[in-house]
Every structure is written in structure tokens, then in C-alpha cells.
């Protein structure tokens, strides 16, 4: 089932130099090398591990999961939050050759169940609890009712006594030598909603996520120096690619925070010294509050990246009078980034634009014909680059309609491309709703919904949210005599393995849903109606 990197792509890239012969572990294995007493990773302020501390943990686990069976190839999953284990795990299976799977604690027994059987994991790493999940009966709930069951590892107590202790394989004989692996070989499967009900494997190989983890630090002038801190879960594709890989293959030390506040987001980046961070901009909203209320600066911070969503004016120029600078990325798991608003743009490049394409990385907007569309009209935004996946898990018909026989890349969002080269993204075709960075596919949200006896029909949307980005409302027709209401239909969700990140926030009862004459429901109108009519707090947590 895991793709391999189309032939042209293979020779394009490596006659260029824009693919290399090292994996992840190797590039590493060099930054162990050159500074093992440097200080790697640190999370919550709290431990941390140098370089050196972080090799040797990662050369026994991997001898554990080695005399488990696991060997190049296997995909081990990791459902940590962002503690230091998580470099450790994705350390040790790389080392072995394996493919890592990134699983956000975030999601519920639904979503981790698909990726397990979807990968055929053969290990899974979780913490025994965390903000309120005990993830020991997600485990036992993956066995007696799914029938899925790879080798687990939990760090920490739970209420179930489930898998082997992580201390306890932390303590096993190292891996002799490090299985050397090919840089073509599949690194990472990320999962990401699209318009399809289910989330779908995004493939990466060691030179994909080098190529374009290289770039963004060439592009923003890091190197071993700097110390980047990281809020965005390591199971997301931020996290994971411009956390994990680009500061551990780069000597940096990275920064990790689990549960995101204002308040610990200052407190560890002015301790550590902190020379850029990014995350969605309801990150830097409440950091910028946090900075106000508590009149502080964080000089050594030099930037501010922010992705995910549109980044107000207004943000950009509070971010400035508290002395940091706010830089636009946009990408997406499929091709991670392809454009970033560079340190030395104009100011209004933040909000007018969402930066220019990375050297070595092509974009283009084209018309629904898949002709170019003239500079400033609105179409859709195709990339094609070294850093672009290598296709969807088991999944080669998705796959095709992706990626065309040229290597290029549909994003299903609508972009103008201006005169200076740079894209503004506009809209999305795809239906698709990112709240506070995460990405929640509304057609999955509409089919659990269905389900509930007490929903006749169902329409979600997003709304624009000026914290989050957008938060989900759900438009119900109810069956006769029924009122459901939001905290029913939440609890209905939750029961059925939603994750929480993609429950409603907002809740309208209605007669109807508009339609066009051939029965489409009308969601660009009904997103109208609800912005005008239903404005309401969004649900706290």
C-alpha cells in the first residue's frame, strides 16, 4: 500500500541535487556528532535531553522494537502530546527504518482507529493520560471492539493495565547499528481531511520533508543558533515537520509546550530565549495578550510564523508594537510549504499576501479548464516541487486526482497570483474547515450527524471566528416532534469517536436548507444567513 516516489520525480530531483542520499536519521546522527552536550529538546520548560541524551534513548527503544519484529518499513504510530518522548519515538523508528505515523492525542477512538488499520501499524506509543482522556481505555477499546491491537507502549498510569511500560523498553540493549535505509524510502504518514469523509495518508519520503524543511530555513536564516519554540501538536504536520525535523536535522534547540496558554507560551519563550516560533494565529492572539497584560517583550523572538488561516491587519500591526515580526506560510500536509512571506517583504505583505514560492518550488493558478488564469484573477493554486508527498496511502485513484502525470499538485484553493509573484489565498473549493489551525472535513461531521434519530437533515459550515479562524456550525432539520440540542448532538458525536476539535460549536434548528434548482444545498448562502443572523460565543475548551 505505500507509494514510491514516481520515476521522474526520482530523476529530476536527484540530477538537480534537490534530493539527497541521507535519511532523516542520518542527518541527525551527524547534528549527535557534531554537538551531543547541546541542548535538543526541552518540553513544558521542565526536562530535556541534549543531542546525546536524545541518541542513546532513541538507540534502545529502537533495540526494544527491534526484538519485537519491527523492521524497515513497519509503520510505528505515535499518539503523544508534545513531550520529549515524542522526538525519542520518532528518533528510534527512523533508526530502524520504520515509517512513522503521527496521530494528534486530539483525536478520537474514530479517527485513530482509521489510521491504525489504514497504516497496519505495528506499534503504537500513547501517554496513559492527558487533558482529561485516559488513552489506556482507547487501547482497550481498540481491542475488544475494533480488533486492533499492535504492540503499545504507555508512558504513565492509566485505569487500564494495557501494553508495556515505556520505561521499561527504554531499558532494553541498544540497536547494534542503525538500519541505513534509503532517502526514498517513506518517512512519514500524516492523515488530513479533505472533502472525502474520511481522512486520507499523506506519504512522505526523507527527501521530501528535508527539501522542504531546508528551504524554510534557508529562506528564514536558521541554523544550529537558534532555539525555536513549538506549541502545535507534533503530530500535526507543523509541528512534526518545522518542529521535530527541521530543528533536530539543524542543531537547534527546539522548545515544546503540550497544553497551549498565553501565559506559558511568554513564560518559556522568554526564559529560553526563543528565535522564532509558529503556529496559528490564535496562538500569537493570545501570546500578544499575554505580552499587553503583562507589559514584556521578547526581544530575542525575530519571527512570528503563522499558517492555517487568513491573518487579520490588525494582528500584524499589534504583533509590531509589541516588537514582533508576523510571517505567512501556506502550504498544506500534501506540500509542506511551498510559500512564505520572507523577513526583509513590506509589512503589508502579512495580510495582503500569503508569500512567495520557496526556491525550487513552482506554483501556478489555473481556471477550472486547467488553463492559466491572468495575473490577479482568482483560480486554483497547483504547486509541483522536491517537497511535494509521493501520494496517498493505499489510496492510488485519490492519488491521480491529486498529482497530474507533470508532478503537480491541486490544492483545492482558490489564489490570485499578483504581479511581485506572490499568492493570495482567496477561498477553497474543497469543503473544508480549519479551526485554530486543525483541519476538519464537514462532510465527516454531516454523516455521524445523520445518524442521530433526532436529525431529518443536516448541513455543517464554517464561520468565521476572529480568535480561531472558524469555528463549525450545524444547520439541522429535525425529525417531528424533536428538538436536539447542541450538547446532545456533542455527546452523540463524542460517543461515536468524533474528535472533540470537530464538534459544533454553534447549533440552528430550520424548517429547510437552501438549495439551488437541481436540490445542492446552497452552503455559500447559508453561511450568509448564519453569519448575519446567528452570531454566538464560541463553546469554551
Known sequence: MMPRPAPEALRRYHASGQWGTRTIAQCIAEQVALRGDKLAITDNGERALSYAELDAQAARLAGFFSRQGIVRGDVIT????????????????????????????????????????????????????????????????????????????????????????????????????????????????????????????????????????RAVAAALGLDAADRCFMASPVTHATGFMHGLVLNLTSGATLSLLDVFSGEAAVRIMAEDGTTWTMGASVFLGDTLATLAQQQLRLPALRFFLCGGAPIPEDLVRRALAQGLRVLPVYGSTESPPH??????????????????????????????????????????????????????????????????????????????????????????????????????????????????????????????????????????????????????????????????????????????????????????LLKQQLADTHPQPPRQG
Not at 512571506?341 to 509589512?347: F, H, I, T
Open 78 to 213: 505515535l499518539h503523544l502530546p508534545n513531550r520529549c518522548e515524542a522526538a525519542v519515538v520518532t528518533l528510534a523508528a527512523w533508526r530502524l527504518g520504520a515509517v512513522l505515523h503521527p496521530a494528534a492525542p486530539a483525536y478520537g477512538r474514530q479517527d485513530l482507529a482509521h489510521g491504525l488499520a489504514r497504516c497496519g501499524s505495528k506499534a503504537i506509543v500513547v501517554a496513559a493520560r492527558f487533558r482529561g482522556t485516559d488513552y489506556t481505555e482507547t487501547l482497550h477499546r481498540l481491542r475488544s471492539e475494533d480488533g486492533i491491537a499492535p504492540l503499545a507502549l504507555v508512558i504513565g498510569q492509566g485505569a487500564r493495565k494495557v501494553g508495556i511500560d515505556f520505561d521499561d523498553a527504554l531499558a532494553a540493549a541498544p540497536l547494534a547499528r542503525a538500519v541505513a535505509g534509503d532517502a526514498d524510502d517513506a518517512a512519514a504518514v500524516l492523515f488530513t481531511s479533505g472533502t472525502e469523509s474520511r481522512p486520507k495518508g499523506v506519504v512522505h519520503t526523507h527527501n521530501t520533508l528535508l527539501f522542504g524543511e
Open 339 to 524: 510559500a512564505l512571506v520572507p523577513p526583509e517583504a513590506p509589512l503589508q505583505d502579512a495580510w495582503q499576501t500569503d508569500g512567495r514560492p520557496l526556491p525550487g518550488i513552482e506554483v501556478r493558478v489555473l481556471d477550472d479548464q486547467l488553463a492559466p488564469v491572468p495575473t490577479g484573477q482568482p483560480g486554483e493554486a497547483w504547486s509541483r516541487g522536491p517537497n511535494t508527498f509521493i501520494g496517498y496511502l493505499g489510496d492510488e485513484e485519490t492519488t491521480r486526482r491529486t498529482i497530474d502525470a507533470e508532478r503537480w499538485c491541486r490544492s483545492g484553493d482558490l489564489a490570485v497570483l499578483r504581479e511581485d509573484g506572490s499568492l493570495k489565498i482567496v477561498g477553497r473549493i474543497k469543503e473544508l474547515v480549519i479551526r485554530g489551525g486543525q483541519n476538519i472535513s464537514v462532510r465527516e461531521v454531516e454523516d455521524a450527524l445523520a445518524a442521530h434519530p433526532a436529525v431529518h437533515e443536516v448541513a455543517v459550515v464554517g464561520l468565521a471566528h476572529e480568535r480561531l479562524g472558524e469555528t463549525l456550525a450545524a444547520v439541522v432539520v429535525p425529525e417531528p416532534g424533536h428538538e436536539p440540542t447542541l450538547a446532545a448532538l456533542c455527546e452523540f458525536l463524542s460517543a461515536r469517536g468524533i474528535s472533540r476539535f470537530k464538534l459544533p460549536e454553534h447549533l440552528v434548528l430550520s424548517s429547510g436548507l437552501p438549495r439551488t434548482p437541481s436540490g445542492k444545498i446552497q452552503k455559500v
